[in-house]
């Protein structure tokens, strides 16, 4: 059964470094999603992204953030000087059509130190 | 914003007992869907009810959506205690999906 998959499973970096979190969705699905779930709270909207554009973001997702579809199957969540607070599970996110739910990748753990 | 809230925050169940969790939600939705997460793990899709339908079944899951009332309902019948995990309702707009703070299910053997 097909599945959204994400790199690295867990993350470690340094406050202020840049990282790179990747996603491969389903392959025939048209509408990607970033979340994020602070450890012990409620899963929190991102990003949705749609036709190589963004098609709405959270109040979270400020110019610290931003997501790519380099090329046709994955899709990226770049953060670009984290902070502590970034430390979160960060959940991909695909669905084929606008009525259709939305499968989930496994998370990457990020641990900002 | 739309996003869901369940109540009760906690439920505490024998096996073989049936769950009921709730949702409340603000704005119009296009669909709510219900979502479980085990302790530290990835969620799972469990069941999506569009906005014009009322109920719908899947197995031992029940759900049902009232619009009028802004609330979503989740029944597991029959409970196992393989089914202790956290239980999230998420409301989907247009472009995106809100999640509520989810119930926590302990089902005791």
New interface residues.
């Given amino acids: 059964e097909p599945e959204v998959t994400q790199t690295p499973s867990h993350q470690v970096t340094q406050m202020g470094q840049e990282v790179i979190l990747r996603c491969v969705p389903i392959s025939n699905h048209l509408y990607f ?1 970033w ?1 994020r779930q602070i450890l012990g ?5 991102l990003v ?1 992204f ?1 036709n190589n554009e963004i ?2 973001k ?1 109040e979270i997702f400020d110019d610290q953030f931003s997501v790519e579809r380099p090329d046709g199957s994955n899709f990226t969540l770049k953060i670009r000087s984290t902070k502590l607070e970034d430390s979160a599970m960060y ?1 991909c996110a695909s669905k084929l059509g ?10 990457t753990r990020l641990t900002v130190l | 914003s739309q996003q869901g809230e369940e109540d009760p925050q906690a439920l505490s169940i024998q096996e073989g007992e049936n769950a009921t969790m709730n949702c409340s939600y603000k704005t119009s939705i ?2 709510l ?1 219900w ?1 479980r997460q085990n302790s530290g ?5 469990l069941i ?1 009810i ?1 906005s014009n339908e009322r109920e719908k079944h899947s197995g031992r899951l029940r759900v049902t959506l009232d619009t009028s009332k802004k609330s979503s309902s989740l029944l597991i019948t029959a409970s196992r205690a393989a089914d202790t995990a956290s239980y ?1 309702c ?1 409301t ?1 707009g ?9 119930t926590r299910l302990t089902v005791k053997p």
């Fill in positions: 999603y979340y709270q409620k899963v929190e909207f949705s749609y098609s709405e959270s959940f606008l009525g259709d739910e939305q499968f989930f990748g496994p998370g | 296009n669909n869907q979502y793990r990835g969620l799972v899709h999506l569009r999230f998420a989907a247009n472009n995106d999906m809100r999640f509520g703070a989810g």
